[in-house]
């Protein structure tokens, strides 16, 4: 079923769904944050509205995304469904220059930005919100701190003649406070929320099937480990025993929230005792063994071998205390030679044998399919494109972002996901950049290499699977490790996300019903 006769959708473009006229319902009224799944048509939301706004209101309509290709991506979908000449849609990036955005502004009717150039031509005094009847905030969960959206809100619901905001997100928070911190920076008036398990919704979900591989650590990995743990275990006594802590409990959080307070007393108090600096000194050296803790679990030998490498050249420079006195500690000593010898041997992370054979069995079976693989780690990506050389019908390639001497620009990222779509790249080896931000294809298989302790991390990496199609998620695990609690921690997030929005909503709905009484 099409939207026929609906004004400015291009006729037979467009697929009609309720639960979309229902969001609309709500949206054309209020402030509204949309959280929809991923592959949902949130975009679709968007054109709809952006339509309803300009042939009631009129005005114009502005489309903010996180990054150029999300940006060039949603200008491409309302070209494709909106009957509006392709003259005044217009995509404005840090790439044109300021004096030309100033000019180009006033002939589009919908401007597609990225929020930091907005946030630069308002401050500048290059652009003016009055005549817009409409602003989409892809992304939307972005909205807190010193990122542009709160401020480009604030703006415009100042200098807008008939304001209208719209949020649009697959994850916005797993916490009430951060949820409700987003709904008040960008002016939201009402929540709306939509699961896969919604009976409107159910018909256009494609199935995605989730499997956990829970990985034995090797006995060379676990006498590692044993090391590791007592030269950590030290520290955290150390900073109990000068009363930083009350517990040698301390996961990575705990340590930076003691470094974080350390550091609050340094620069409060106008003599701090001598003691605070060596807890400073003691923390860091702690966050160091404890990134090896994790290197060691959820990556493998030879990543926590350059990573010692690495630790061992600061040393001989002298230039860190913390990281010579590390290198100095029987415990890490014993663990450098180890893993030197491991690392020699060609000891792998039992999770590059799994990932092998994952792989090896869909290339079998789907020649034609399309993977991504996430890690978190570059080291571990470069290690995962090696490897997966070896696979018959794997066409391997790593996806980075943008900072350090091997990252790629946005425009290498763009080449490389449309060889992606063609099929001249079949596996997508990538860091957090893939998560959200991009326009990457539906994929048939997503890998986690590791469970991250993120429910929205975790909701944009599974959404890049089951979106045209039916689709498959495998999450692999190494027993005992923190893989296994970030895996829990993420799914508990999800769920209380949920939960609170949900409740969020009823509240919503209550108070309204009040209101109308009255």
Same mark, same amino acid.
């Given at each position: 079923?099409?939207?026929?006769?609906?004004?400015?959708?291009?006729?037979?473009?467009?697929?009609?769904?309720?639960?979309?006229?229902?969001?609309?319902?709500?949206?054309?009224?209020?402030?509204?944050?949309? /959280?929809?799944?991923?592959?949902?048509?949130?975009?679709?939301?968007?054109?709809?509205?952006?339509?309803?706004?300009?042939?009631?209101?009129? &005005?114009?309509?502005?489309?903010?995304?996180?990054?150029?290709?999300?940006?060039?991506?949603?200008?491409?979908?309302?070209?494709?469904?909106?009957?509006?000449?392709?003259?005044?849609?217009?995509?404005?990036?840090?790439?044109?220059?300021?004096?030309?955005?100033?000019?180009?502004?006033?002939?589009?009717?919908?401007?597609?930005?990225?929020? +930091? /150039?907005?946030?630069?031509?308002?401050?500048?005094?290059?652009?003016?919100?009055?005549?817009?009847?409409?602003?989409?905030?892809?992304?939307?969960?972005?909205?807190?701190?010193?990122?542009?959206?709160?401020?480009?809100?604030?703006?415009?619901?100042?200098?807008?003649?008939?304001? @209208?905001?719209? &949020?649009?997100?697959?994850?916005?928070? *797993?916490?009430?406070? #951060?949820?409700? +911190?987003?709904?008040?920076?960008?002016?939201?008036?009402?929540? !709306?929320?939509?699961?896969?398990?919604?009976?409107?919704?159910?018909?256009?979900?494609?199935?995605?099937?989730?499997?956990?591989?829970?990985?034995?650590?090797?006995?060379?990995?676990?006498?590692?480990?044993?090391?590791?743990?007592?030269?950590?275990?030290?520290?955290?006594?150390?900073?109990?025993?000068?009363?930083?802590?009350?517990?040698?409990?301390?996961?990575?959080?705990?340590?930076?929230?003691?470094?974080?307070?350390?550091?609050?007393? =340094?620069?409060?108090?106008?003599?701090?005792?001598?003691?605070?600096?060596?807890?400073?000194?003691?923390?860091?050296?702690?966050?160091?063994?404890?990134?090896?803790?994790?290197?060691?679990?959820?990556?493998?030998?030879?990543?926590?071998? !350059?990573?010692?490498?690495?630790? +061992?050249?600061?040393?001989?420079? $002298?230039?860190?205390?913390?990281?010579?006195?590390?290198?100095?500690?029987?415990?890490?000593?014993?663990?450098?030679?180890?893993?030197? !010898?491991?690392?020699?041997?060609? %000891?792998?992370?039992?999770?590059?044998?799994?990932?092998?054979?994952?792989?090896?069995?869909?290339?079998?079976?789907?020649?034609?399919?399309?993977?991504?693989?996430?890690?978190?780690?570059?080291?571990?990506?470069?290690?995962?494109?090696?490897?997966?050389? &070896?696979?018959?019908?794997?066409?391997?390639?790593?996806?980075? &972002?943008?900072?350090?001497?091997? *990252?790629?620009?946005?425009?290498?990222?763009? #080449?490389?996901?449309?060889?992606?779509?063609?099929?001249?790249?079949?596996?997508?080896?990538?860091?957090?950049?893939?998560?959200?931000?991009?326009?990457?294809?539906?994929?048939?298989?997503?890998?986690?290499?590791?469970?991250?302790?993120?429910?929205?991390?975790?909701?944009?990496?599974?959404?890049?699977?089951?979106?045209?199609?039916?689709?498959?998620?495998? =999450?692999?695990?190494?027993? $005992?490790?923190?893989? !296994?609690?970030?895996?829990?921690?993420? @799914?508990?997030?999800?769920?209380? %996300?949920?939960?609170?929005?949900?409740?969020?909503?009823?509240?919503?709905?209550? #108070? +309204?019903?009040?209101?109308?009484?009255?």
């Amino acid at each position: 079923m099409e939207y026929v006769n609906y004004p400015l959708i291009k006729k037979n473009s467009l697929e009609r769904r309720l639960y979309q006229e229902t969001l609309l319902n709500t949206c054309s009224k209020k402030n509204t944050m949309v /959280v929809l799944p991923t592959g949902m048509g949130k975009t679709a939301c968007a054109i709809l509205l952006a339509a309803h706004r300009l042939n009631k209101i009129g &005005g114009k309509v502005m489309v903010l995304a996180p990054t150029r290709p999300l940006v060039e991506q949603h200008k491409k979908t309302f070209s494709k469904f909106m009957d509006i000449a392709e003259e005044d849609m217009k995509v404005f990036t840090g790439k044109i220059p300021p004096s030309q955005r100033e000019k180009e502004y006033k002939n589009a009717m919908i401007v597609f930005a990225t929020p +930091q /150039v907005i946030q630069n031509d308002l401050i500048a005094g290059r652009f003016d919100f009055s005549d817009y009847s409409l602003l989409v905030l892809d992304e939307c969960h972005r909205g807190i701190k010193d990122y542009p959206y709160p401020f480009i809100a604030e703006m415009y619901i100042k200098r807008a003649k008939n304001p @209208r905001i719209l &949020g649009l997100t697959a994850s916005p928070g *797993g916490n009430r406070e #951060k949820i409700s +911190q987003v709904q008040k920076n960008l002016f939201f008036d009402a929540i !709306e929320i939509k699961t896969e398990d919604d009976e409107d919704v159910k018909p256009y979900v494609q199935k995605v099937n989730i499997e956990w591989r829970v990985l034995e650590l090797p006995e060379e990995f676990k006498e590692v480990h044993k090391l590791i743990t007592r030269a950590l275990k030290k520290r955290l006594e150390r900073l109990k025993n000068m009363e930083l802590t009350n517990t040698v409990d301390l996961k990575k959080k705990d340590l930076l929230q003691i470094q974080g307070k350390i550091r609050n007393i =340094i620069a409060t108090k106008p003599r701090p005792p001598v003691q605070i600096f060596h807890g400073l000194s003691v923390v860091a050296e702690a966050l160091k063994i404890e990134h090896a803790l994790e290197l060691l679990e959820t990556q493998g030998i030879k990543s926590l071998h !350059e990573y010692l490498k690495r630790m +061992q050249k600061s040393a001989e420079s $002298g230039k860190t205390k913390a990281v010579k006195r590390v290198m100095k500690d029987p415990e890490i000593e014993a663990v450098f030679l180890k893993v030197y !010898e491991l690392n020699g041997k060609g %000891m792998e992370h039992p999770k590059l044998d799994e990932l092998y054979k994952i792989l090896e069995g869909q290339f079998r079976q789907y020649s034609r399919s399309k993977v991504i693989v996430f890690s978190h780690y570059r080291d571990t990506v470069k290690r995962i494109i090696d490897i997966l050389r &070896g696979v018959s019908g794997c066409k391997p390639v790593a996806f980075f &972002g943008q900072a350090g001497e091997e *990252g790629l620009s946005q425009k290498d990222q763009i #080449k490389i996901l449309e060889k992606f779509k063609d099929l001249k790249y079949n596996t997508l080896v990538a860091t957090s950049v893939g998560e959200e931000g991009l326009d990457i294809p539906s994929v048939d298989l997503v890998i986690f290499y590791e469970p991250v302790p993120s429910e929205i991390r975790s909701i944009q990496r599974r959404g890049r699977t089951g979106r045209q199609r039916a689709g498959r998620v495998i =999450i692999l695990m190494a027993k $005992g490790t923190r893989d !296994e609690a970030y895996f829990w921690i993420s @799914r508990h997030k999800e769920k209380l %996300m949920k939960s609170i929005l949900k409740n969020m909503k009823l509240e919503q709905n209550e #108070k +309204q019903r009040k209101i109308g009484e009255f």
